[in-house]
Structures are given as C-alpha cells and as structure tokens.
T-cell receptor, first 111, second 114 residues
Framework: SQKIEQNSEALNIQEGKTATLTCNYT??????LQWYRQDPGRGPVFLLL?????KEKRKERLKVTFDTTLKQSLFHITASQPADSATYLC??????????FGIGTKLQVIP | NAGVTQTPKFRVLKTGQSMTLLCAQD?????MYWYRQDPGMGLRLIHY???????AKGEVPDGYNVSRLKKQNFLLGLESAAPSQTSVYFC?????????????FGPGTRLTVT
C-alpha cells in the first residue's frame, strides 16, 4: 500500500540555522508533491508544490527538492525564525485532486 | 473572501447521538473534501465531492455520510456517534482542472464523543 513517511519526532533547531525536513514515500509514483504548514488548532496552509520533472523549487526562505529515484522530498527553511515553529506536512497528489498526507514533522525554532 | 468556513468549532456528543458538520466555501471551487486528523495518524480522507450533487468515499468513510446539494456547501453527517469518531475534522476545497492545485482548509471542528 502507499505510504508516506515523515520524521514524527520533533526537530529542534537554533534560530538562524537551516531546518531540513524529510519526506519519503513508497508504492507511489506521484506527479506532484506538496508541502503544508499547520499551526496548533488551525487547518493546514499550502506552502509549495513541486512537479516530478522539477528537481528544486524555491519561495522566499523555503526550498523543496524532489528526487523521484530516491522517492524523497526535502524541505528546507533557511535563516529559520521562531515564527517558523509549526508542524510541516508532506502530501502526494493523486487523481481528482486527492491528496494523501504524511503525519507531519513538528519544527521548533529556538531563539 | 472568507475562504473555507466550518461550523461548529467544537461539539461534545454522547454515544449514539447524531450531528451534521457544515462546510462552506466562497471561492467557487468544484472539489471539496472532509478529513479527520488524529494524533499519530495524520489527515485521513473521509469523503469527497467533485461537484454539486456528487460524492465519493475516501479512505475512512464508515460511520459518516455526506451531501453536496449546493456547490458552496459540503455537509458531513454522523448518524450514530461512537467514541472512535472523537477527532478533529477538517474541510478543504480546491479548483478542478488538468493542473494540480493547492487545497484550502477550514479551521476545523473538534468533536468529542463520550
């Protein structure tokens, strides 16, 4: 069955450093991969989408890579700030715009 | 634009009671979804709709029913609530089309079944 793996343990990082979150998947050949941010008590908010033929996508301090051979996406936040503290969800796109989500990785940026 | 709204925000039910969760979106999106989110399980798709008058089952549909009578509204019903349905419920919507688009989520409904 299709499976998305994100490091369920929290990631603690010092302010100003680059945070790197990992998303691995199996039994899936997604054409698109998305990343969302979720704050406590709120719904997920879309951040970035990357297509299978794109190796890398950037948006301000965010960078996403997509390696379909390794079946892995890396999500980077450069110059991290305490306001970046949240849970980050990886999601794979299927038909009818259906999205399968990972359980998310909680990021804590320490001042 | 209000985006995606959900009512109610919180609800406590006794086992066996029924209720309906309402989702509304003002972005003219074709597709709408209901998810539940549980600790350690992530978001799981309950039901979805690709247009007015159509619905389909997702990953965990048992114990839930849905209706999409109007394009902007998507209702999720629990006919006989069970403690296993204690969860946070999120509604989402997105555009249709050949491209893939991001999903817009509502603020969630926290449901407790005792």
């Amino acid at each position: 069955s299709q499976k998305i793996e994100q490091n369920s343990e929290a990631l603690n990082i010092q302010e100003g450093k680059t945070a790197t979150l990992t998303c691995n998947y199996t039994n899936y050949s997604p054409a698109y991969l998305q990343w969302y941010r979720q704050d406590p008590g709120r719904g997920p908010v879309f951040l970035l989408l990357i297509r299978e033929n794109e190796k890398e996508k950037r948006k301000e301090r965010l960078k996403v890579t997509f390696d379909t051979t390794l079946k892995q996406s890396l999500f980077h936040i450069t110059a991290s700030q305490p306001a970046d503290s949240a849970t980050y969800l990886c999601a794979l796109q299927g038909g009818y715009q259906k999205v399968t989500f990972g359980i998310g990785t909680k990021l804590q940026v320490i001042p | 634009n209000a985006g995606v709204t959900q009512t109610p925000k919180f609800r406590v039910l006794k086992t066996g009671q029924s209720m309906t969760l309402l989702c509304a979106q003002d972005m003219n999106h074709e597709y709408m979804y209901w998810y539940r989110q549980d600790p350690g399980m992530g978001l799981r798709l309950i039901h979805y709709s690709v247009g007015e008058g159509t619905t389909a089952k997702g990953e965990v549909p048992d114990g839930y029913n849905v209706s999409r009578l109007k394009k902007q509204n998507f209702l999720l019903g629990l006919e006989s609530a069970a403690p296993s349905q204690t969860s946070v419920y999120f509604c989402a919507s997105t555009k249709s089309g050949v491209r893939y688009y991001e999903q817009y989520f509502g603020p969630g409904t926290r449901l407790t079944v005792t």
